[in-house]
């Protein structure tokens, strides 16, 4: 059974760091598009970050700078470092994983709780 677990989150001060971590289990994903995104109370799931296999990288502009997405495809594991936290990143993150030839994704973590206090 494909699993994909995160931990890492946290309670944070603005401008603080956290570094958020996605195992998965249950298959290879070396091949596979990983991705993190976010859900903020009351609104919608966003992307924040992706890794391609190839080692390209895509990040959402209101984390660009701030945040890194790393993979470690023989520990099967991403990663997302977050720096100079703010407010409005506070939300639940989310890995997910898609094979390269589709645009959805069909795996989810059950996410991890990210509060950036003020």
């Known amino acids: 059974q494909v699993q994909l677990v995160e931990s890492g989150g946290g309670l944070v001060q603005a401008g603080g760091s956290l570094r958020l971590s996605c195992a998965a289990s249950?298959?290879?994903?070396?091949?596979?598009?990983m991705g993190w995104f976010r859900q903020a109370p009351g609104k919608e799931r966003e992307f924040v970050a992706a890794?391609?296999?190839?080692?390209?990288?895509l990040y959402a502009d209101s984390v660009k700078g701030r945040f890194t997405i790393s993979r470690d495809n023989n520990k099967n594991t991403v990663a997302l470092q977050m720096n100079y936290l703010k407010p409005e990143d506070t939300a639940v993150y989310y890995c997910?994983?898609?094979?390269?030839?589709?645009?959805?994704?069909?795996?989810w973590g059950q996410g991890t709780q990210v509060t950036v206090s003020s």
């Open positions: 890794s391609w296999s190839s080692g390209s990288l």
């Open positions: 249950g298959r290879t994903f070396s091949g596979y598009v």
């Open positions: 997910a994983a898609r094979r390269s030839t589709v645009t959805t994704y069909g795996y």
